[in-house]
């Protein structure tokens, strides 16, 4: 098992960041939904490095090419194939990796997993870059979800101790896309965008590298998606989003804070607003037994700091035995997180998409 | 999907809290493993509940009778099914549940996903007591890791505001199993376990329940288990402790915590050790590029407090459609989390057992 | 991969035939579906040994125990478990094949796979008693297919050479239950039948066994179920089919003899009749690109005669290395194929209610 | 589930008929094999239309284009992308598809699957064109298995009432491979197939077309692969050969041939020679219990005539709701079966590759 994800929705994600080309077939999508082609690419330019503040001047231009699967801008039902050619490698930079594997990156035990033979220039198969497949096909699933009233919303809630506002558990789907479309960054806060930016611009100045946390919504569900046990909501979110390099960690509605609460101040109960039925709090993340509850699901992603800094590093120099210093090569980001914010966002929007199809099934949700 | 696990190895759990009887199904385990029965016995009274300061007063005698897959103490290779009865079951206790929803449980939205057919009486599938044929399914898995110098250890990390000693990312797998047997909770540290004690005890008196964190390693994974993307070892196990019942956050190496570092506080640099390749720190919880590297697999779940605490609560009363208050009958644990230390570390088991069957296969298996 | 089956709905068989029990988990089934007992009783007795002429003397009673998944004869949406104890097991039969392993029987094979571990007693799980709870799966699929119209129905196509009726692959769906039922055996032309047992008879007495063939249809199914490529109709069927115990061929419509006609005698006209679009002879067994096109599915599946006859048989002692003769004992059947028929008619239903379910979805086939 | 196959390794298969391109992704092979592009580009022009007697006019370059999964000429671990460009399509052929479904062919139920949305242009992605990428993903397999002492090999068992001479089940491995390439047609007897041919150039003049059987052996395979029930080795090469385009049957060993002997004729003795156990006949084809016994795995896959024939036809006039005779244009193949001995071929070898690997996992499978 690897790089194919979902159970009723297939996504498969290939390519190596200076191979030939990187893509996606989406498999078991839906026939005949009209592709928002100008929101998937905007989608994917959130992505894609501005050669900014904070990110790599790497020049990626992310545009794809549809191989199948879309005809005259509808879905034909067929396993739909976008591919992005890679350009602007410099793939010289990682001559000296082989031997000396970067301090916390995947060079070592993917040398050791592929016996050498994976291709190690800008990650291969484990570079960053491939989050931008990730998003064609996340945001082709947002193009259908939305048909369907359910929108996914993310933003940055930290980079290293700066934090933004915290979205409201219970309120969200206001004016919260607006207000972080009007910063340079995703936040809510203008105020804390500017103090994560200068944070940004001191870690550059110092050939360092900053991490941070991405915090996510979804709007719009119904009550009684899901299962319990190994089909849970959070199951499937989380294998998702563990599969974004460099998330360590993953938490639903108050998550690790839900834990020093006693359950008098956790507990959550029902009203009715509107012939709705909904809870007061939220602290569940709109998920209670694997199951979605109607309210907002909301999660949070922990990103490290990127490991390639510009600073010398010790390692070990695997044909030596000897310890020596490293100076990583190549064009990076110094902090990841402005750039996950449309990653995690729309990568969720295919796990709520796979959860709709058992759900619904192709038949059924003509009907919904 | 829902109550399976796994793909090389697949785990189907069964069940119901008040029905005849759960259990599990273990298919795809190697052949010839000898079981450890006195093992699995020692973990299923970890988990059973103790009728002490912190557990419910349901007596469960979790006897397993195995039906299939193990012949005079051996595995056979055919699927293993392992049953237990139920007993000793208040199923009028949950009478009131129908129409009025506990607040933070699976009641309402297994009613809406089952249409109102699922069995609420204990919970029906979603109680806790589906954890006793997890930690057969892990504990089994466990007795086959150990023979290839496998082992899991887990202990509570806090119970509310109040911490025990964390693990040393690093050196992991010295005398922890000892200390932490020694004490009444399953802490490294007998005066955290004293307060955590004095907490449970005050909670209990308040009608009042407590969440917490379990912390857990994984030590003797050789490096280069595991695949990038989707089927990194954290989607692998994320995806496994999500299925656990009130786990909300799930994190590994230094988790949320390394998003507040530097590139060059986190990064983590390789030396060599006894002829083995190690790294300082370890932040990473042994996974880099969702492949193992050789240092303990290290992680953390949350658990957020049972919902079903003795204090009357406000819900809404679906047949009525006003707010009414609930009093939660049934015999409930105070804090799950004591006896979620040994559920967290076998289920691990079980995806470790799985990650090992696909990276060698069930020939490859025998000369490692 | 083993004893799992299907995507949306899974099903997982254990058991050995002298092991404690044998059984099933049902995982994925819709909640809310009156289960008709006295239907699943009948399969199952249908199946089990009669002791007649074609029939083992060994007395199964495949009495079924509901461990989990229906309350009050209802399904909760939970897994459900059905647990059929063993008993009359004359295991000391099998005390000689772990040297001497049965022409044309999986002893081998099976010892080389499970390394000498598995449980050869009476098959151990390559048991033809494992069809017991297969059908047990399939029968609670089809007493939930009927209630949406779909129907299966499968007679002996033909034991050795000599063969009942076809079904009209156009025309099925009227009386054929209902003559089927009035014989013996279960074939459509009573004199076909006779002359079977009369072959049966003098097997026995040759004491040598007989194969045959098994056609089955499915009648009510609408068109676009099913999916192109590994997702078809044919697959999905095929793939369950040849995990039943001596099934060495299967074909749709007119399978292998349509490899003989020209197009323009296979090719087959649509046309409509009571606003139905149908086809002139549905060669093709109601399937056209993977996908069903509302004509009858039809196929059949080929039995090799049962490896166990009661002629002694050369084969090879693996200890001493030299070819002995061997007496095979235990209780056999003359020929598996008119207790093969509801085992292919239940299976089946498995997998036509996996496709249902992909195709509509829980809240989906609600509205079917 | 659709376009995607196995579980250890994964293929998609993508693309449709008049679309950009066609191609596949081949997930979780193992890393660092050499790839043998000549051996692949063999067996894709085996496959490709020859414009002779027998096949389409169209010509398909099926030029591949990896764009990832392969450095240097090696595996690198990462999924293998391949990818061939589609031209030369006359689309307006099909203009009139849409209102007028071909008989027997695919148009009708994928029309109602996917509402009207699939693309029906050269069947889309039903296409036998999609035949290209399955052969590329096979023959990569291939170059692999062959390194492990695993070799296929294919002919015309049959086309219309013309048999070739049929594969000795016990002894197959001897030169067969060099007599069929000796041929025109891929036949073991070049009599058969210069009848063979006669009979194509009969139906071509007479606007009709030929079905056919192909007859496939694996050898070398050891024994004790693949599982009892849903693993096992028929199931999982059925799944596979029944995703071909116009395969009706499939049968293993003797297949259908072997419901007509008795038991003492079926049955096959085992015997020792050059210390390898070996049976007598294979009438199992290599396969008991649904595990390798390390005689030759021997199968047949049974192909329907081509329904797009010359001759006028009737149909229904989905529109007018009246029978209508059509016309159906495109280049199309007298008989598909000469083409289908690689397709067959190759996609067997993505079976048996799925097999090894869960057998011995990508450590173990270093040391086979």
Same mark, same amino acid.
């Given at each position: 098992m690897s790089s194919i994800y979902g159970n009723q929705l297939r996504i498969s994600i290939f390519g190596e960041s200076h191979g030939e080309a990187i893509g996606t077939v989406v498999d078991g999508f839906p026939a005949g939904v009209a592709v928002d082609f100008d929101f998937i690419r905007a989608q994917m330019a959130r992505r894609r490095p501005s050669g900014g503040a904070f990110s790599t001047k790497r020049h990626e231009t992310d545009d794809f090419r549809i191989l199948? +699967? /879309?005809r005259d801008g509808r879905t034909t039902g067929a396993p739909i194939c976008a591919v992005m050619e890679n350009g602007d490698t410099h793939s010289q930079d990682y001559d000296n990796l082989t031997d000396m594997p970067r301090p916390s990156h995947a060079d070592y035990p993917a040398m050791v997993r592929y016996k050498g033979a994976n291709? @190690?220039? +800008? $990650? $291969?198969? !484990?570079? &960053?870059? =491939?989050t931008a497949p990730l998003v064609f096909a996340g945001s082709l699933c947002r193009s259908f979800l939305r048909t369907r009233g359910i929108e996914l919303i993310a933003h940055i809630a930290s980079i290293a101790d700066v934090a933004d506002e915290v979205f409201d558990l219970c309120r969200i789907g206001g004016g919260e896309a607006e207000r972080i479309a009007?910063?340079? =960054? @995703? %936040? =809510?806060s203008a105020e804390a965008g500017e103090r994560m930016l200068a944070l940004i611009r001191a870690a550059r100045s110092a050939g360092d590298t900053l991490g941070g946390v991405v915090e996510c919504a979804v709007t719009g569900m119904k009550p009684g998606c899901g299962s319990p046990m190994f089909g849970s909501v959070e199951s499937a979110l989380s294998s998702l989003l563990f599969? /974004? @390099? &460099? %998330?360590?960690g993953v938490e639903f $509605?108050? +998550? !690790? +804070?839900? *834990? *020093? =609460?006693r359950g008098s101040e956790a507990n959550d109960p029902y009203y009715s607003e509107n012939d709705q039925i909904k809870t007061r709090f939220n602290h569940n993340g709109g998920i209670l037994g694997g199951i979605t509850t109607g309210m907002p699901i909301v999660f949070r992603a922990a990103f490290k700091p990127i490991s390639s800094i510009a600073q010398p590093q010790r390692t070990l120099n695997l044909k030596s035995g000897n310890e020596e210093t490293l100076v990583v090569r190549g064009r990076h980001d110094i902090c990841v997180v402005p750039r996950a914010v449309p990653v995690v966002e729309n990568a969720a929007a295919i796990a709520v998409c796979d959860l709709l199809l058992e759900e619904y099934g192709y038949e059924g949700l003509a009907n919904v």
């Open positions: 199948s +699967g /879309i291709d @190690p220039r +800008g $990650g $291969g198969h !484990f570079s &960053a870059r =491939l009007q910063n340079e =960054l @995703p %936040v =809510l599969s /974004i @390099p &460099a %998330v360590k $509605g108050s +998550g !690790f +804070g839900i *834990a *020093a =609460l």
